[in-house]
C-alpha cells in the first residue's frame, strides 16, 4: 500500500490510512441508489423524505411505496388537478375513474366528485380504501369534495343480428359520513356502517360482477 504517512507515523494514523485506502473498493451504486425502482427497499424511506412524499405507509406492499415515490415529482408538479389525484391514486394500485359535478347527467352538487373503482380484476379491501381516501385528501383541490365511492359501471353486452342487447349494473356506495378524514376514523374504529359498505363493494367487484358476466355469456358460448 502506498502512503504518505511519515516514517515514524503512529499505529493508529497506519490504521486510519489502510481502512481509507479500501473506502474505494466499496460498492456505491449511485445510479441505482436514487432509482425508486431499483433502489435497496430500505432506502425508500428516505427516498420519499427527499422527493416530498406526502401520503406513506412503512406497512404498505413494496411496488407501491416505489410507485409512490416515482410519481411524486409528477404530483407535485400538478397537484389540485384531476391528472395529479389519479397519478397519486395510480400508484398505490387502486385503478379508478374520477367523475366531476359537471360531468354527471343531471349535474351534480358544484365543486363535488364521485370516485368509480372500475377494475373487477384488483382486488379492493378496507386497506385498500384507507389508502385510497388518504391520496385522495392529499392531492384533490381544496374548494372540491368526494361524496361518493361508486364500484366502476361495468356492462356486458351481447349483439344478436342487427340487435344490441345491454345488461349491466351500477351500484352507489354512500359513505356515511362525507368528510374524507371522519370517514377514514370510522374505518380505523370499525364502524359498522362503513365497514359494511366496503365488504359491499368487495363483494359487487369480485362475485356478482364476474357472476352476471358468466350468466351473459352462457347463451352465445351455447349458441
Known amino acids: 500500500m502506498s502512503s504518505l504517512l511519515p516514517p515514524n507515523a503512529a499505529p493508529q494514523e497506519v490504521a486510519v490510512a489502510k481502512t481509507m485506502a479500501r473506502v474505494s473498493d466499496v460498492p456505491a451504486p449511485f445510479d441505482s441508489a436514487l432509482d ?14 427527499s422527493f416530498s412524499v406526502d401520503t406513506w ?6 411496488y407501491v411505496r416505489r410507485r409512490t415515490v416515482q410519481q411524486a415529482i409528477k404530483i407535485h408538479r400538478r397537484k389540485g388537478t384531476v391528472g395529479a389525484l389519479l397519478d397519486a391514486i395510480d400508484a398505490i394500485g387502486v385503478p379508478v375513474q374520477i367523475e366531476e359535478w359537471h360531468q354527471r347527467v343531471p349535474q351534480g352538487t358544484p365543486y363535488t366528485f364521485r370516485v368509480l373503482v372500475d377494475s373487477v380484476a384488483t382486488p379492493f ?46 351500484r352507489e356506495i354512500a359513505p356515511k359520513y362525507q368528510d374524507i378524514s371522519l370517514l377514514l376514523v370510522a374505518l380505523d374504529e370499525g364502524e359498522a356502517e362503513v365497514e359494511l359498505a366496503a365488504d359491499r363493494l368487495n363483494l359487487h367487484l369480485h362475485t356478482t360482477l364476474p357472476q352476471q358476466q358468466r350468466t351473459a355469456n352462457e347463451p352465445a358460448e351455447q349458441g
Open 125 to 170: 379491501t378496507q386497506t385498500d380504501m384507507a389508502r385510497l381516501l388518504v391520496a385522495i385528501d392529499a392531492n384533490k383541490n381544496l374548494r372540491s369534495h368526494m361524496t361518493e365511492l361508486v364500484p366502476g359501471g361495468s356492462s356486458y353486452s351481447l349483439a344478436h343480428s342487427a340487435a344490441v342487447s345491454m345488461q349491466g349494473i351500477e
Open 36 to 49: 425508486p425502482m431499483r433502489a435497496p427497499e430500505a432506502m425508500l424511506p428516505w427516498l420519499a423524505w
Open 57 to 62: 405507509g412503512p406497512d404498505w406492499p413494496v
